[in-house]
């Protein structure tokens, strides 16, 4: 009986954190040079994006509306990521228990425009969905074709 074809999720460990400006494909080779093979699919989680990318917002840049002020207040929420989730977003399509579901303007639809506050510093930055989502994996697409010689979709 022929076997089924096997799918596993294989995490990849980074040595060392990124940084804004880094060069994800560098950071990455280590571990994809050891790793990747031909029929593989690679997923990056957004965050280390941003992150090379360098898309961090100083939240002390933020000017909340008396109106943001209290309904971040309702919720216990920090009223400078509500601001920037409503500024991220294109549009706001629902509020609901202290979280806002929009459509940011890559044309996803989120909870609070992908702002993502954990992990990142302490809370004194917030870290933005990557500019050019597609870009960015055609980007690393190229660089493993040129240096690894395999054509891994990147997702």
Request: include cysteine; charge should be positive; charged fraction near 25%.
């Amino acid at each position: 009986m022929p076997r089924a074809p096997e799918v596993r999720i294989i995490p990849v460990p980074l040595a060392e954190e990124i940084h804004p400006g880094d060069s994800l494909f560098q950071k990455l080779l280590p571990t994809l040079s050891r790793r990747l093979k031909r029929g593989d699919i690679l997923i990056i989680k957004h965050k280390i994006v941003s992150k090379a990318e360098g898309q961090l917002v100083d939240l002390s840049t933020m000017r909340p509306s008396a109106a943001t002020r209290a309904w971040a207040r309702r919720y216990n929420l920090d009223p400078r990521v509500t601001t920037l989730a409503m500024k991220e977003g294109k549009r706001i399509l629902r509020r609901r228990r202290g979280v806002l579901i929009t459509e940011t303007r890559h044309g996803f639809i989120c909870a609070n425009s992908g702002v993502d506050v954990s992990n990142v510093d302490g809370g004194a930055h917030a870290l933005l969905l990557p500019k050019n989502p597609d870009r960015s994996a055609a980007q690393l697409y190229r660089a493993i074709k040129k240096h690894l010689h395999l054509s891994i979709p990147v997702i």
